[in-house]
């Protein structure tokens, strides 16, 4: 099946996001994707330093989300969509799972938070696995899936082929541009990517802004650990790649004996 990864800007605003989400939505729709993920805390946009984002009220970030699923009917695509959310009276960060048809499948909460976060959101509790059009997914966010590879291992070991990874890394301000993928000056985070997918045997899909700045690429690891592609850094644009689900064995994740760290 095909699978498509946004790579878009920082959004101006909700309204600014949304348009986003329509574009290239429908762009992936287009080129035949079954499913589109964004970057992490796409609405209203992460909450980085250099960025001033106005926190939303639980009926705005509803109504954000009700587009989405609006949007995902009218293209007839699936679309994980990072966003802030309230929840049994916490602030989260959050990955909706929209189907096809509009339908909120669920989300996947931050766990893990990074300790610049602890002021910001309030960690989630639990991890699910979605299914959409016979791909079996999880979803682990910045910060959790770079340094807590217990959070792919729990998918790959629940039958997950893929697990989807939003995240922002680098600067629209300051920083370097990278000149080639996974090189030894980069910053660790794409080895993280090879070592999320070739130590479990599944697709590793991880997410970043079209930052002027990256620390690394929207990227989708094969099972072996190899890049199958990635957006060119700083490009604004949806990945749009061909995945086979019968290499994503999960065989080394399957192999793991928990009772032997108890």
């Known amino acids: 099946m095909k699978i498509a990864l946004a790579s878009p800007p920082?959004?101006?605003?909700?309204?600014?996001?949304?348009?986003w989400v329509q574009k290239l939505a429908s762009e992936a729709a287009d080129?035949?994707?079954?499913?589109i993920c964004f970057p992490e805390s796409y609405l209203p946009g992460y909450p980085a330093i250099e960025y001033i984002v106005e926190k939303h009220s639980e009926e705005q970030l509803q109504d954000a989300l009700n587009k989405v699923c609006g949007i995902a009917a009218e293209n007839s695509i699936a679309i994980v969509i990072p966003m802030d959310w309230y929840h049994g009276g916490k602030f989260l960060n959050v990955a909706q799972v929209v189907?096809?048809?509009?339908?909120?499948?669920?989300?996947?909460?931050?766990?893990?938070l990074d300790p610049t976060e602890d002021n910001i959101w309030e960690p989630g509790t639990d991890r699910?696995?979605?299914?959409?059009?016979g791909l079996k997914f999880g979803i682990t966010i910045c910060h959790e899936g770079f340094r807590y590879p217990e959070s792919v291992?729990?998918?790959?070991?629940?039958?997950?082929h893929m697990v989807f990874h939003p995240h922002l890394a680098g600067s629209d301000v300051q920083g370097n541009i990278p000149t080639a993928w996974g090189s030894i000056d980069n910053p660790y985070y794409e080895?993280?990517?090879?070592?999320?997918?070739?130590?479990?045997?599944?697709y590793f899909a991880s997410l970043n802004y079209a930052m002027k700045y990256p620390e690394s690429a929207t990227s989708l690891i094969g099972p072996d650990g190899k890049?199958?592609?990635?957006?060119?850094?700083?490009?604004?644009?949806?990945?749009?790649?061909?995945?086979e689900l019968d290499k994503a064995t999960g065989l080394l994740a399957r192999r793991f004996k928990p009772?032997?760290?108890a």
């Open 128 to 133: 699910h696995l979605f299914e959409v059009d």
């Open 99 to 112: 189907s096809a048809k509009g339908e909120v499948l669920g989300y996947q909460s931050k766990n893990q």
């Open 10 to 19: 920082f959004p101006k605003s909700i309204n600014d996001g949304l348009q």
């Open 31 to 35: 080129a035949g994707a079954k499913i």
């Open 259 to 261: 009772g032997l760290y």
């Open 191 to 202: 080895k993280a990517m090879i070592m999320r997918a070739a130590e479990n045997t599944i």
């Open 153 to 160: 291992r729990w998918a790959a070991r629940n039958g997950a």
């Open 227 to 243: 890049c199958i592609a990635h957006q060119p850094y700083t490009e604004i644009g949806v990945l749009v790649v061909d995945i």
